[in-house]
């Protein structure tokens, strides 16, 4: 009986080719998203959940009164260490580690790589597996290197490298030879090897012992309690919580910190496994939520669009239902027949559904920039979903056709005539307002979000970054070291194709070399301000072309020199009391904890070194001769054949620098690396607009197919009155236009909302108006009149006589 069903399914599908299509494919592109969003969410959740005993392994995060006065995702250098030894009861194991970015070398192989330099305890704390090597012992010596499967293909064209050394810069210029004591099979994504403040994180792929710190000459700062910028961990014994730790944690502050460090600093435990979800004020989790319910959105619309167009599809068949009766068929067999076709559509749109994303996969991990695993990567529970959603869909969908139509008279349906009156169209109506206004809200949505990337991306800054390209440099910080660094700057100046260069330890990022308390001379240190220092060279505002408020940038002749001197940025010289830049030129200045006076020799405009999600905070610049710390090169090039200048910048920096790789940036792409959820949110909402439009246009397509083949003789009879085409299409366009003044009426205040709590989270930010609104509403508008036009064009035109005829 069931496979009787079956067949009768299928021959009705294949008889109404074009209603099959239009449902089929709706559905399954609304799955087809669901199935990439989950895949893309699934990802962003298991993030730190598949690294050994997360659950029991916390961050040590801090903080601060004042934001600038330090990063949220480090602490105390020794605080980690402390908290084992002296109370092993409550800690299991621990691990903090530094971040160095160096020179790699094999050969003529030289690249700028990012190196974490922490406990020995990596490997057995986490449970990062080891392709090569010993597991207990993964770490041999100062000069040890533990590395992942892909940077040893990446410099020796193979996994298996135990035993092969590698050459590292250190920041005084010498070179070491470390040898490869084990290789780690590549990690998942996770914030142990992925680290950086809030979702900007930087990969490290190079893993070496506390030991080397002296090489680079950064193991004071690894053992000092004044140093927090350490990333650090703890591995808490079972049962214990981190609140058992607030008295060791108390205790251990009052022991090692200066009070104003104490009063300032408060001290917390995230769990490893929540870590990435909740930094950045939650940024990540807020991202996947709001995708979560847009790809539900899109689904619901899909499962509308199928529910309505069979709903539709049936009420056509009443003529099928009185033969049935009147041969002796009963209403419960009718219910089966009618199930049986829907669960088989919606089976069909499903397994269509699984192949549009195999196919699409690839294409949608490279659009948002995160790689989306196949299928079979998932839980047997999340494959188990489509094919549950096949039998939800088909079940709603066959309902009212099922005990409805099922439910009608013999002699009624014969006649195709319902008992009920209207069809339920109120039913059908109300579920096409659902998807306008799902359109509408996803559309202006999408609009929103790429207003603010591009605000973030173009607005106005404070400097200029078109036609400035960055590169790191290698470091020697010593007086000679920056010295010889400057005179390749000016070398590399020289060229035609530069306007300016400079060197400095900052780049507009956001990562500057952390902050200090500045106060007026003559006043109390507890009344200073914790303000970002910048690193640079005198040549760094001409670079960025960052425009002086008042007074000098350094090494100006006449001026202080650039030693006692210090130039500001407008908001730290407001907050310090002063009425205006030019009023504090001359100012005398004093660091917390220092002696020696400084004055305010110039003061630069308000520029944004950061994100714009944040506020401009206080800033002051201090030239490379009094602390020789650089990172970077950045060049302002001039218009051009860019293929050219990069070129020209290439063989003159091999020149200067042959042990150095020429690895370049353009602040464009800088920026970029600021805003990865929003530009994973940009991307992800202009999918989930395309499909919500095909799914909108399908279900449009659908309706008006299913109401000219109901309606046929109507139009036949009304062409034969005098009608002319535009009033037999404005016939089906008044319907629509009527449900598109509803859905607009009903979106609009939930959309504003919507963007207006997604937009509160950032300091600056593009303002809401009703252009995106009108927009949406015409080019929506326009695309369902253009579906009714095409549709309904052929019908209006042809003879009355056709659509008179009897069957």
Known sequence: ?????????????????????????????????????????????????????????????????????????????????????????????????????SIVSKGEKKFSEGLQVGDTSFISMFGFPLLYGQKEHPFNGPYSLVLTAAKAIKYFGRADVVGETLTLNSFSGSRQDFAITAVMKDPPFNTVTWWGKGTQLNLNEFFLPAESLKFFGRDAGFTAWQNAFIISYVKLKPGV????????????????????????????FTPLNDYYLSTG?????????????????????????????????????????????????SRTQLIFQFMAESILLVALATGLALLGYA??????????????????????????????????????????????????????????KLRTVGEKIYLRKGLVVIQFVTAIVVFVSAITVDRQVSFFLHGDLGYQKEQVITAKVPRDWSLKGYQ????????????PIVKQASLSFEIPDGASAGSSVIFRAGQDSSQGVISTSLFTDEKYISTYSIPMAAGKFFN????????????????????????????????????????????????????????????????????????PVYRYLSFRVAPGDM??????LQQKWSTLMPDAPFEYLFMDDVLARLYPVEMEMQKASRAATAFALIIVLLGVLGMVTLSLNRRNKEMGIRKVLGASVSQVIGLFAREFTLLMILANLIAWPLAWMLVSRWMDQYAYRVGLDIAPFLFVATCLSALVAGVILLRTWRAATESPSKSLRME
């Open 241 to 268: 919580t981190p609140a058992d730790l607030n008295i060791p944690v108390a205790r251990l502050l009052k022991s090692n910190l200066p009070p104003d460090m104490q009063k300032n600093l408060t001290v917390y």
């Open 643 to 648: 293929g050219n200048t990069i070129a020209a």
């Open 359 to 416: 196919l699409s996969r690839r294409s949608f991990s490279d659009m948002i920039g995160a790689e989306l695993s196949g299928l079979h990567a998932f839980p047997a529970l999340f494959l188990l979903i489509p094919f549950g959603l096949a039998l939800v869909v088909g079940a709603l969908a066959g309902l009212y056709p099922a005990f409805v139509l099922s439910g009608q008279p013999a002699a009624g349906s014969l006649k195709g």
């Open 1 to 101: 009986m069931f496979t009787n069903y079956l067949k009768i399914a299928w021959r009705n599908l294949a008889r109404n080719k074009t209603f099959s299509v239009i449902n089929i494919l709706g559905l399954s592109l609304g799955i087809t998203f669901v199935l990439l969003t989950a895949a893309f969410v699934w990802r962003e959740w298991r993030v730190n959940r598949d690294l050994k005993d997360n659950a029991r392994t916390y961050i040590i995060q801090s903080r601060w009164k004042d934001p600038n006065m330090g990063l949220d995702f480090t602490t105390l250098a020794p605080l980690s260490r402390a908290l084992k030894e002296q109370y092993p009861g409550l800690v299991e194991d621990y691990y903090h580690h530094d971040g160095i970015t």
């Open 281 to 329: 004020n939650g940024t990540a989790r807020r991202m996947i939520y709001a995708l979560a319910f847009v790809a539900l959105f899109i689904l619901m619309m899909a499962m509308v669009n199928f529910i309505n167009i069979s709903i539709g599809h049936a009420v056509t068949r009443l003529k099928e239902i009185g033969v049935r009766k009147s041969m002796g068929g």
């Open 556 to 627: 100006e002749k006449g001026g202080i020199p650039d030693s006692l001197g210090l130039v500001l940025n407008e908001k730290a010289i407001r907050v310090m009391g002063w009425k205006d830049a030019e009023s504090a030129v001359g100012g005398q200045l004093m660091f917390q904890g220092g002696t020696t006076t400084f004055t305010i020799v110039g003061v630069v405009k308000d520029f944004h070194f950061g994100s714009m999600s944040e506020r401009i905070a206080p800033m002051f610049f201090v030239h490379l001769r009094n602390n």
């Open 484 to 495: 010889h660094l400057a005179s390749i700057r000016d070398e590399m100046a020289s060229l």
